[in-house]
């Protein structure tokens, strides 16, 4: 069936350095992705979107890819701050579009 | 807008107890979800509806589990009896499903954290 898989975490980052968070996904033909992220103690929030092949979704510094040849859609920023430190979920529509299937999470540590 | 409205935001009770949680979801919004978080298994998709009917319910974990939505604006999720491995925090989520049954951007609530001693 279809799955989503990051990297495990935590990622520990100082500010303003670069963030890469993985995420690999399987999938029957080429589903909407998402980047949800939960800061603490809240709901999940939608970080980014691409809906199609080599589309690129961006929100907030953050962007990310959707490459089908390596079936990725890693997240990425420039320069991360100490309010970026929070949850990040990769995420797919199933195969019927009916409904998102989530990984796991990765949380994401930003020290001053 | 106001948002998805989850209640109560923490719940404490003892093992055997009944608990219910609620939720309202985003005025216009035809598709709700419910979600359990856990450090172990992660974010899991425990049930879904689409214009208040259950469409998915493979993800409640066992019959202890049971929701309903009586109405657009209204859905609870009830554990009874409740243990403590149901300890973990509760999501609802509610989003637009257009034509053809495609789904929109999900919404998420602040969540019900849940603790059975």
């Known amino acids: 069936g279809d799955s989503v898989t990051q990297m495990e975490g935590p990622v520990t980052l100082s500010e303003e350095a670069f963030l890469t968070i993985n995420c690999t996904y399987t999938a029957t033909g080429y589903p909407s992705l998402f980047w949800y992220v939960q800061y603490p103690g809240e709901g999940l929030q939608l970080l980014l979107k691409?809906?199609?092949?080599?589309d690129k979704g961006s929100n907030k510094g953050f962007e990310a890819t959707y490459r089908k040849e390596t079936t990725s859609f890693h997240l990425e920023k420039g320069s991360v701050q100490v309010s970026d430190s929070a949850v990040y979920f990769c995420a797919l529509f199933n195969q019927a579009g009916t409904a998102l299937i989530f990984g796991k999470g990765t949380t994401l540590s930003v020290s001053s | 807008d106001a948002g998805v409205i989850q209640s109560p935001r923490h719940e404490v009770t003892e093992m055997g107890q009944e608990v219910t949680l609620r939720c309202k979801p985003i005025?216009?919004?035809?598709?709700l979800f419910w979600y359990r978080q856990t450090m172990m298994r992660g974010l899991e998709l425990l049930i879904y509806?689409?214009?208040?009917?259950?469409?998915?319910d493979s993800g409640m974990p066992e019959d202890r589990f049971s929701a309903k939505m009586p109405n657009a604006s209204f859905s609870t999720l009830k554990i009874q009896p409740s243990e403590p491995r149901d300890s973990a925090v509760y999501f609802c989520?509610?989003?637009?499903?257009?034509?053809?049954?495609?789904?929109?951007?999900?919404?998420f609530g602040p969540g019900t954290r849940l603790t059975v001693t």
């Open positions: 005025s216009g919004h035809n598709s």
């Open positions: 691409a809906t199609k092949a080599d």
């Open positions: 989520a509610s989003s637009k499903r257009g034509g053809g049954g495609l789904l929109h951007e999900q919404y």
């Open positions: 509806f689409n214009n208040n009917v259950p469409i998915d």
